[in-house]
């Protein structure tokens, strides 16, 4: 009973206390903060139980109101999004204790509604994740969206503009996301995924269905700021509050990713989307482009965290051309790297968010002395900032290696190029910065006055960015138990 | 002609679709841009809602006491209340927006996008 129940509660928990916030936060404001941090922590470890049971013991599926699935909404959990859950859930619990540091300095009035805010946009993450109907995706879609314009409306300076760009292009991802939603109903009769996946082979031939997946994967490369969809993001992520941005830069474009991996190739068949259409090798060729435009924009960006947003817009084009492989490797390349960018995107936000906390300017070439004054911060940088690039021991790495192993396996040798290019360009990228931090002697410019009293960053902020950094480490030693333990189940049967 | 006759609804739903669409993207007044955008979102709730009805179909409740029930008799509720849950995911975006937009104007004291452009730079 227990355990069958995880499902719905993983979201209800998240949605309940987000609005219960508000009513303790009227009385006792201290209060907002361990209520969120008890919620993420309760969806975290019911996560990890939903994850063992599917491992364990099958796909698990509960049904809201009793209802039999092809008419009731659905929730269902196999390794694949059992998988994805733990990464959302996991990392925003250790962002969530970060976040009470920094919107303590950025805009402590607004503290109850942030918490809010942050919990829906949590609550709409899992719940794309865990639900097995379209139509509910969909509006989970809407609700992780509308909580992210809010969220990133808080921040600095150009923040309600960034915001209100993001929120043309999201709604345009939405409704685009919502007619294919409209069309596949009017073909098959269904918004249910599996249903769906049962019809849909005997009627590939109709042009409803091909408008429906066009629809689909325009809307869904949208919303993960897939080249040359992704104007919205850099602006959006680098006016963001640091709480925010270090939540939603690691998790929206993650759970996108995952979205398209389950319409393209579980909900419709992966050979329609492989061989019947030239779908695979036009998200082949949009990745490559991704990968070289994030790369050399990144490389012209004098601010950080703007350098970070092009810098995720390659990492983007990695997930979307493991999946355009169409081949195990590949593919078991992108769903590593949906982990591991989660993993490296939240540390690196993360470590921008830490140094701005501490007063430091956030601009490419003031970060001079950075590493003595707060030296773990940094060396958590350079551990995040190895791992894209791909240095062997750092998970990073092993993503990599599996994405050029499915550029072998499909004789791509082009996008093999452009992925060892973009190793080459992510080393110029971040030994960049980390020359300044360290080789850099901070006695110029009278840098020494501005920064000489700051410190290391304070512990709710450095303990989970140390956690991260340690994950990015071990997780690269385990990636193998990972493939072999969770990824392996999780790629369509297809794929065997 | 058939093709245009026969499925009207659908052509509407492209125009206003396509006139939203115009809107968003050639409007340099961002209320322009918002009002584009609601009326992008509304030709998919009239598409949706197009595609439930049938000519001579009625409501969808079922008489006390009928035995044998034709579903060709009755118009296809469910397209229907997938678009109120999509109504409120629009009105609340709309909502949003809205809000954006007044902190935008309290900022730069216009709206006009290529001014606030000039602003910023």
Known sequence: MNEISFPILIIVVPLISAFFIILVGLLRRDLC?????????????????????????????????????????????????????????????????????????????????????????????LGIVVTGDLFNLYVFLEIASIAGYALIALGEDGAPFASFNYMIYGTVGACFYLLGVGYLYIATGSLNMADLAQILPSLLSSKVVLIAFAFFMVGIAIKMALFPLHVWLPDAYTYAPSAVSSLVAPLTTKVGAYVMIRVALTVFPPAFFIETLPAALMLRWIANGAILFGCILALAQKDLKRMLGYVLIAEIGYIALGVGFGNRNGLTGAILHILNDALMMACLFLFVGA???????????????????????????????????????????????YLVLGAIDSKEWLSMAILLASSLFNAILFFRVIEKAYF??????????????????????????????????????????????????????YFK | MELIIGKYNYWIYISLMMIGFYAMIAKKNLVKKLIGMNIFQTSIILF??????????????????????EAGQYINPLPHVLMLTAIVVMVSTFGVALALLWMIYRKYHTLEEDEILRLRR
């Not at chain 1, 922590?41 to 099958?58: N, P």
């Not at chain 1, 204790?97 to 109850?112: D, N």
């Not at chain 1, 894209?388 to 993503?399: E, L, Q, W």
């Not at chain 1, 989970?464 to 999780?490: N, Q, Y």
């Open chain 1, 355 to 401: 140094i701005t906390y501490q007063g430091w300017p956030r601009k490419m070439d003031q970060l001079r002395g950075l590493h003595r004054k707060m030296p773990l911060t940094a060396a958590a940088f350079v551990i995040a900032g190895l791992s894209v690039i791909g240095v062997p021991p750092t998970c990073g790495f092993f993503s990599k290696w």
């Open chain 1, 440 to 493: 850099e002697s901070g006695k110029e410019h009278g840098m020494v006055q501005r920064t000489m009293e700051i410190k290391e960053s304070p512990l709710t902020i450095l303990l989970p960015l140390l956690v991260l950094t340690a994950g990015v480490l071990s997780l690269g030693l385990f990636s193998g138990k990972i493939i072999s333990g969770i990824i392996r189940f999780a790629i369509p049967v």
């Open chain 2, 48 to 69: 949706f809602i197009s595609t439930g009805s049938k000519i001579g179909g009625t409501i969808p409740i079922v008489e006390q006491g009928a035995q044998v029930i």
């Open chain 1, 33 to 125: 903060y361990p209520l969120m941090i008890l919620t993420l922590s309760f969806s975290t470890l019911s996560s990890i139980s939903v994850l063992k049971e599917v491992l364990w013991g099958g796909t698990i599926h509960y049904r809201l109101g009793g209802w039999l699935p092809p008419w009731g909404i659905e929730y269902v959990i196999d390794p694949l999004n059992g998988f994805v859950l733990l990464i959302v859930s996991a990392i925003s619990l250790l962002i969530g204790i970060t976040s009470k540091r920094m919107v303590e300095r950025e805009f402590p009035e607004k503290a109850t509604f942030f918490y809010c805010l942050f919990l829906l946009q949590v609550t709409g993450l």
